[in-house]
């Protein structure tokens, strides 16, 4: 009988993951696995891979094993690595708890965008500690279709095009990448966001992800949107020092953003373990080939 991987299945509002549990980073997992894992028919399904190594046993997150013992090796459905993925960072969270690695109460995890510091509440939502929104200068334009906009640019640790839109309708069926100009402000590809107003400091928004197209919620695409949203309404933290809250829709749920006078920006919502199980490691070796 073939060898069997352990993995497990999770989301938060509905951008969802495999789960890796592999401390000693002993899995090789090359674009071509994480695809075969991510693929919703031929393999379990998911955005991306959040693959769990403890930082001392991996080579991108060696130097910061004394803040964080557990590392989020982030890949995207494509298999393509990430810097950071905020939605991620709660379900890993999630999976610690669930594993008995960590209990409820603050904890902190090594990504590649640096340790992010992590609550899990007693009513069960996880809030994420993101660091502050770069908000580089330059007009960036997105097109769908005969739709074109304007749009903000601005890097949680992993790139966005932050677009305000009439409908979110226009935004198409978003299964190819929209295109943006110029090339040269993402030169490593780009998340897009579309975003429409509900209310006082409340938006809704639909996002095709780099790496993994159109998914049901994207938390480091929710903080660049509440950025460029309070900026749009004249409100910056860092100049009135008063935070701001906005509630971001997404297709898969909410979640609250709140940006601090300081830069911090602080992301809470649902994060879910759904299922557990095992991988045949006889049909991750053949699909890899
Ligand atoms: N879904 C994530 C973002 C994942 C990475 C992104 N696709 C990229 O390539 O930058 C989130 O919740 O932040």
Redesign the pocket.
Same mark, same amino acid.
């Given at each position: 009988m073939s060898s069997r991987i352990a993995f497990l299945k999770g989301h938060?509002t509905e @951008?969802d993951f495999v789960i890796l549990p592999d401390p000693e980073n002993a899995l090789d997992l090359p674009p071509a696995a994480v695809a075969a894992l991510c693929d919703r028919r031929a393999g379990i399904g998911g955005?991306?891979v959040l693959h769990v190594v403890r930082s001392a046993a991996h080579p991108d997150a060696r130097h910061l094993a004394a803040e964080a013992e557990w590392f989020m090796d982030?890949r @995207?459905g494509d298999g393509?690595v990430?810097? #950071?993925? $905020? @939605?991620?960072t709660r379900v890993f969270a999630r999976y610690l708890q669930h594993a008995g690695l960590a209990a409820e109460g603050d904890l902190a995890i090594a990504t590649r965008g640096g340790v992010k510091k992590i609550h899990i509440a007693k009513d069960g939502d996880v809030t994420v500690g993101m660091g502050s929104a770069r908000l580089p200068e330059g007009e960036v334009t997105v097109s769908v279709g005969e739709h074109s906009w304007p749009a903000r640019n601005v890097n #949680?640790g @992993?790139?966005h095009a932050v677009a305000f839109v009439g409908d979110l309708a226009d935004a198409g069926d978003l299964l190819s990448p929209p295109p943006f100009r110029p090339a040269a402000a993402y030169p490593d590809?780009v998340?897009v966001e579309f975003v429409v107003d509900r209310g006082p400091r409340h938006v809704a928004m639909r996002v095709h992800?780099? $790496?993994?197209g159109e998914?049901r919620?994207? $938390?480091?695409?929710?903080c660049a949107v509440a950025v460029a949203a309070a900026r749009r309404d004249g409100a910056d933290p860092a100049v009135t020092g008063t935070p701001v809250t906005y509630t971001v829709d997404v297709p898969g749920g909410t979640l609250v953003i709140t940006e601090r006078p300081d830069g911090e920006i602080e992301m809470t919502g649902a994060a879910v373990i759904v299922a557990e199980g095992e991988i045949a490691a006889d049909w991750l070796e053949s699909v890899v080939g």
């Open positions: 938060g @951008n955005d991306g982030y @995207n393509s990430a810097e #950071m993925c $905020g @939605n991620g #949680m @992993n790139p590809g998340n992800e780099r $790496g993994s998914t919620s994207c $938390g480091t695409g929710a």
